[in-house]
T-cell receptor, first 119, second 112 residues
Framework: NAGVTQTPKFQVLKTGQSMTLQCAQD?????MYWYRQDPGMGLRLIYY???????DKGEVPNGYNVSRLNKREFSLRLESAAPSQTSVYFC??????????????????FGEGSRLTVL | RKEVEQDPGPFNVPEGATVAFNCTYS??????FFWYRQDCRKEPKLLMS???SGNEDGRFTAQLNRASQYISLLIRDSKLSDSATYLC?????????????FGTGTKLQVIP
């Protein structure tokens, strides 16, 4: 069971370079997310996609763009990388947005993470 | 004030011990609560949901105190394999998007 697959796992960039993080899920989930995790900050939402064809900003969207290519794939692009974007990036998916009605699990399935260093 | 706060630890406990973590949240409109587990350099994984009445899953017990706005996680008979960081997750909102806030995590180290 692949679950959520993200690539690359490691990347070193120079300031100003661009790159795209790829994410794919095989669970037929509607909702997908990109988070970044920094020491002492917890996981912070960059962008999310409630369903195929829609994307919305999260808490920390500046410097990033996303594309929901199809139901399976959700990519994150850094157009001009900055040292402040050094972080661990996690893609995640869920069956639906975290509905709070009884029965919603709130379960997010995460990829293994992408460690990005911007010099 | 952070929306979700956790003691970062580390909590160093011997095997077999009982350990408890708390997580406080600032917004009384928060509706759903979860504990996730994150192993070192790995992705977070759902450990358990937290229900108002409290819930138990084997050695793990989660409780919610809405009046004082905190959730807790109790681990009994700690195992070496319980060593990890435990993330508190709080969800609030309604409609199309519910805001999901992760705590920074509490690190647990179980010592032989």
């Amino acid at each position: 069971n692949a679950g959520v697959t993200q690539t690359p796992k490691f990347q070193v960039l120079k300031t100003g370079q661009s790159m795209t993080l790829q994410c794919a899920q095989d669970m037929n989930h509607n909702s997908m997310y990109w988070y970044r995790q920094d020491p002492g900050m917890g996981l912070r939402l960059i962008y999310y996609s409630a369903s195929e064809g829609t994307t919305d900003k999260g808490e920390v969207p500046n410097g990033y763009n996303v594309s929901r290519l199809n139901k399976r794939e959700f990519s994150l692009r850094l157009e001009s990388a900055a040292p402040s974007q050094t972080s661990v990036y996690f893609c995640a998916s869920s069956e639906r947005l975290h509905l709070t009605r009884q029965g919603a699990t709130g379960e997010l399935f995460f990829g293994e993470g992408s460690r990005l260093t911007v010099l | 004030r952070k929306e979700v706060e956790q003691d970062p630890g580390p909590f160093n406990v011997p095997e077999g011990a009982t350990v408890a973590f708390n997580c406080t949240y600032s917004n009384s409109a928060s509706q759903s609560f979860f504990w996730y587990r994150q192993d070192c350099r790995k992705e977070p994984k759902l450990l358990m949901s937290v229900y108002s009445s409290g819930n138990e899953d084997g050695r793990f017990t989660a409780q919610l105190n809405r009046a004082s706005q905190y959730i807790s996680l109790l681990i009994r008979d700690s195992k070496l394999s319980d060593s990890a960081t435990y993330l508190c997750v709080v969800i609030r909102g309604s409609g199309g998007y519910q805001k999901v806030t992760f705590g920074t995590g509490t690190k647990l180290q179980v010592i032989p």
